[in-house]
């Protein structure tokens, strides 16, 4: 009886180790998280197709393109000789695996539908749609300041900001000097500086010019642009003393020194002259002595 009972509790275990076995089995079964099913870029850029897997254990990831068919990558062994080609892999503190494929200056033939795959007895892909605008990307909002960071005493200070708006032009800019704002009728700035703008609606863009009539010492510090609160830029300028304008010296076609030249050719002819003077002397004496006798 009890051997009985001992062989009935073994047939039991195996029965529902049995019966548990495929349900943990699909428990456990590699699945993929939901990433960007359709990645739009321009020719040229970087292109990332990504592909995030939960419960993958020892199980090899590959990416192929459709249509050709061909095999790009088998784990992180890339099959291409394409340098445009790339995996990137990493482990997330989830226990997530990452396996990117990367497209480097993408072309127009790039573009295609992509395959993620995890070997396995089922057949588990991702699939990824890659588009390639042929032109080149628009600029990105954001502002530029430029101008010069030294000038001279008296010269001009001449600033430019151009500011590219998301989905619009932006409306203005301030200017602003060592923090505080500048207006153009204060005290300080009347008469000297001169504020310009204009907006450019089809371009997204707003420019505006600061001019700085004779610049003096206290001009030296930082001049801000500013749009809103995340498009600001600065620039350092200083005003330094001219440079002193000594005379140059004169000279010819050899190298010598004019002004000098002409002082040593005025010194010979004096020294011609007084030689010629005493021979005209002694020649008037000879001649009145002649005219004695």
């Not at 790039?110 to 080149?136: F, K, M």
Request: hydrophobic residues 35%; proline residues 4%.
């Amino acid at each position: 009886m009890e051997l009985t009972q001992r062989w009935s509790f073994v047939i039991l275990s195996f029965s529902c180790l049995i019966l548990m076995t495929p349900i943990s089995g699909y428990i456990n079964a590699p699945s993929f998280h939901e990433t960007e099913p359709n990645v739009t870029v321009h020719s040229g850029e970087l292109a990332i197709l990504r592909c995030t897997i939960e419960n993958l254990g020892p199980k090899t990831v590959s990416w192929r393109k459709l249509g050709p068919n061909y095999l790009l990558t088998i784990g992180d062994m890339v099959y291409m000789s394409s340098h445009k080609i790339d995996i990137q892999h990493k482990r997330d503190w989830k226990g997530l695996n990452h396996w990117n494929l990367i497209i480097k200056r993408v072309a127009p033939d790039d573009a295609g539908l992509y395959e993620c795959q995890v070997s396995s007895a089922q057949q588990l892909v991702y699939y990824v749609q890659l588009n390639v605008l042929d032109s080149p990307p628009e600029p990105s909002a954001g502002l530029t300041l430029e101008g010069r960071n030294i000038v001279n005493f008296n010269e001009p200070i001449n600033l430019t900001c151009l500011v590219r708006g998301e989905n619009r032009a932006p409306e203005d800019v301030d200017w602003f000097f060592n923090g505080i704002k500048i207006v153009s009728g204060s005290s300080r700035w009347r008469n000297r500086v001169y504020i310009t703008r204009e907006r450019e609606t089809y371009k997204k863009e707003f420019k505006s010019q600061l001019l700085i009539d004779n610049s003096n010492f206290s001009d030296t510090g930082v001049f801000v642009c500013r749009a809103s609160a995340d498009l600001v830029k600065s620039i350092a300028v200083s005003v330094l003393e001219a440079p002193s304008l000594k005379p140059k010296k004169n000279r010819d076609v050899t190298g010598n020194n004019i002004h000098g030249k002409f002082i040593s050719d005025e010194k010979n002819s004096s020294k011609m002259l007084h030689g010629f003077s005493l021979q005209l002397t002694f020649i008037i004496q000879l001649i009145i002595q002649t005219w004695s006798r």
